[in-house]
């Protein structure tokens, strides 16, 4: 078993910076591929990026490619999501997720998942 804690949420002005944390407990994280999810209210949850168990292969959402930046240290169990120039439209529920093998961008395929920690970014 793994538990996911999501952290580092909170509100931001447009153009600004945030960084959040997907601290794992439980088994060894380096054994997860880990991805970030975000769900904004009325809409379907979204794919923010991805990184493989080493921290060698990451994947971007278009949409955040180039303004976020994934990373993760597997001595601290935890995967981190650095975002940047940050726009009204990334306010949503960030989640982590987490699997044994590579699932890229589909969140079905994700067994282990967080609570989710709140951004909100005013414009």
């Known amino acids: 078993q793994v538990q996911l804690v999501e952290s580092g949420g909170g509100l931001v002005q447009a153009g600004g910076s945030l960084s959040l944390s997907c601290t794992a407990s439980?088994?060894?994280?380096?054994?997860?591929?880990v991805a970030w999810f975000r769900q904004a209210p009325g809409k379907e949850r979204d794919f923010v990026g991805a990184?493989?168990?080493?921290?060698?292969?990451?994947l971007y959402a278009d949409s955040v490619k180039g303004r976020f930046t994934m990373s993760r240290d597997n001595a601290k169990n935890t995967v981190y999501l650095q975002m940047n120039s940050l726009k009204a439209e990334d306010t949503a529920v960030y989640y982590c997720a987490a699997n044994s093998w590579w699932s890229g961008a589909n969140p079905s395929e994700y067994y282990y998942w967080g609570q989710g920690t709140h951004i909100t970014v005013s414009s």
């Open positions: 439980g088994r060894t994280f380096g054994s997860y591929a």
């Open positions: 990184i493989d168990r080493s921290g060698g292969s990451i």
